[in-house]
T-cell receptor, first 117, second 116 residues
């Protein structure tokens, strides 16, 4: 059975600090996809990244970066120079078995990030 | 880009009434859609998988007679909460798989249901 663990329930940082959100996953499939979503107070999920199990390259997109390590089953997310607008709940999710990641998602419990001035 | 809409975005109803929520893929065909539920300050939990032209597959613990799903076309799935009660108050969010593309899935904006 698939499982996603986000051990950090809430993180508070001061603006301009770097912050890393942890995600550990469990799956028996060799083909799977990992995702990160941002959920602001409005509730709508904002897609951040999709990564397949065969691509362990780290990725950087502006202030965001992701570190995928199959050896530790982790897919961590770092925000550099955090801003108040980054305040939200962030979810890590896993989809098994279907190329493209279009299968049902198992979500972690989410990490509430608060960025203060 | 791929867009999924939900209607209504917010609904308040009295206990005992039924509420229908629509999930539409606007610019792609979706033979499969997923319905998730999110209680306040909790994660998203899959309720059911909706398949066009066939019966939905429900997750363990989700009452299929209470949460009726109809996926009658390639762009529309509906979730009907029958005889709603206050404990059904939640954020319902759907996603749709782009069957004709790369099998990516896209989320709708969600529907906030409040049952009085």
């Amino acid at each position: 059975a698939q499982k996603v663990t986000q051990a950090q329930t809430e993180i508070s940082v001061v603006e301009k600090e770097d912050v890393t959100l942890d995600c550990v996953y469990e799956t028996r499939d060799t083909t799977y996809y990992l995702f990160w979503y941002k959920q602001p107070p409005s509730g709508e999920l904002v897609f951040l990244i999709r990564r397949n199990s065969f691509d362990e390259q780290n990725e950087i997109s502006g202030r965001y970066s992701w570190n995928f390590q199959k050896s530790t089953s982790s897919f961590n997310f770092t925000i550099t120079a955090s801003q108040v607008v980054d305040s939200a709940v962030y979810f890590c999710a896993l989809s098994e078995g279907l190329t493209g990641g279009g299968n049902k998602l198992t979500f972690g419990t989410g990490t509430q990030l608060k960025v203060e001035l | 880009g791929a867009v999924v809409s939900q209607h209504p975005s917010r609904v308040i109803c009295k206990s005992g009434t039924s509420v229908k929520i629509e999930c539409r893929s606007l610019d792609f065909q979706a033979t499969t859609m997923f319905w998730y539920r999110q209680f306040p300050k909790q994660s998203l939990m899959l309720m059911a998988t909706s398949n066009e032209g066939s019966k939905a597959t429900y997750e363990q613990g989700v009452e299929k007679d209470k949460f009726l799903i109809n996926h009658a076309s390639l762009t529309l799935s509906t979730l009907t909460v029958t005889s709603a009660h206050p404990e059904d108050s939640s954020f319902y969010i759907c996603s749709a798989r782009d069957s004709g593309g790369a099998n990516e899935q896209f989320f709708g904006p969600g529907t906030r249901l409040t049952v009085l």
